[in-house]
């Protein structure tokens, strides 16, 4: 069984752990689009929503203050097999009914904050060690009516910045405007 969170969750997460594969240990200390977090920073994020989505979709309390360092022997491989597992999660229609009791929302929302955050750190990733990233654009385009919902709350907790002055063209124009709404600057420079 399937539902439409965990088939895009499916198509994009294989593109994000290729990025975190293709992460060298000598890049963990890069700056990243996301301010104040370098590449080490970023990863251990997206590992705690990785695990803690899967816990959402079964309607479970999460604790987001602990900062676990999950960067240890093996990582790369771990985060690929959390991965699968957050897509699983998501993947019996009963776990997208009634509101979430850890988040407050309805649990398509959350369901959809997983697949954003995979997506967009998979990018943030992605430029700030010099790897190409070409995310699924089902998830591009879904994720576009979630952002301009979550916007301005977002904005004002602080999980999203202002969008750029002048939105620039970036990777692919729904992309572009995806980063953009979440406070990206999509020509943000590479590092190599």
Same mark, same amino acid.
């Given at each position: 069984?399937?539902?439409q969170?965990?088939?895009?969750?499916?198509?994009?997460?294989?593109?994000?752990?290729?990025v975190v594969?293709?992460?060298?240990?000598?890049?963990?200390?890069l700056?990243?689009?996301?301010?104040?977090?370098?590449?080490?920073?970023?990863?251990?994020?997206?590992?705690?929503?990785?695990v803690?989505?899967?816990?959402?979709a079964?309607?479970?309390?999460?604790?987001w203050?602990d900062?676990p360092d999950?960067?240890?022997?093996?990582?790369?491989d771990?985060?690929?097999?959390?991965?699968?597992?957050l897509?699983?999660?998501w993947?019996d229609?009963s776990?997208?009914e009634?509101?979430? =009791?850890?988040?407050?929302?309805p649990?398509? /929302?959350? *369901?959809?904050? $997983? +697949?954003l955050d995979?997506?967009?750190?998979?990018?943030?990733?992605?430029?700030?060690?010099g790897? =190409?990233?070409?995310?699924?654009p089902?998830? /591009?385009? *879904?994720?576009? $009516? +979630?952002?301009?919902?979550?916007?301005p709350?977002?904005?004002?907790?602080?999980?999203?910045a202002? =969008?750029?002055p002048?939105?620039?063209a970036?990777?692919?124009?729904?992309l572009a405007?995806?980063?953009?709404?979440t406070?990206?600057?999509p020509?943000?420079?590479?590092?190599?």
């Amino acid at each position: 069984m399937t539902t439409q969170t965990s088939d895009l969750l499916a198509a994009a997460a294989p593109r994000t752990v290729d990025v975190v594969r293709g992460i060298a240990d000598d890049q963990l200390d890069l700056p990243t689009p996301c301010r104040d977090y370098l590449v080490r920073d970023l990863l251990n994020h997206l590992f705690q929503v990785v695990v803690n989505f899967q816990a959402l979709a079964e309607k479970r309390q999460v604790e987001w203050a602990d900062k676990p360092d999950h960067l240890g022997d093996g990582w790369r491989d771990r985060f690929e097999v959390e991965t699968g597992r957050l897509v699983r999660a998501w993947s019996d229609p009963s776990m997208l009914e009634g509101v979430s =009791p850890g988040m407050g929302m309805p649990q398509s /929302v959350v *369901g959809g904050m $997983a +697949l954003l955050d995979l997506t967009v750190h998979g990018w943030d990733l992605a430029v700030a060690t010099g790897q =190409p990233y070409h995310p699924d654009p089902d998830a /591009v385009t *879904g994720l576009h $009516a +979630l952002v301009e919902q979550l916007g301005p709350t977002a904005r004002k907790m602080g999980v999203f910045a202002d =969008p750029p002055p002048t939105p620039a063209a970036g990777p692919t124009p729904g992309l572009a405007h995806l980063l953009t709404q979440t406070g990206r600057t999509p020509t943000w420079p590479q590092h190599g």
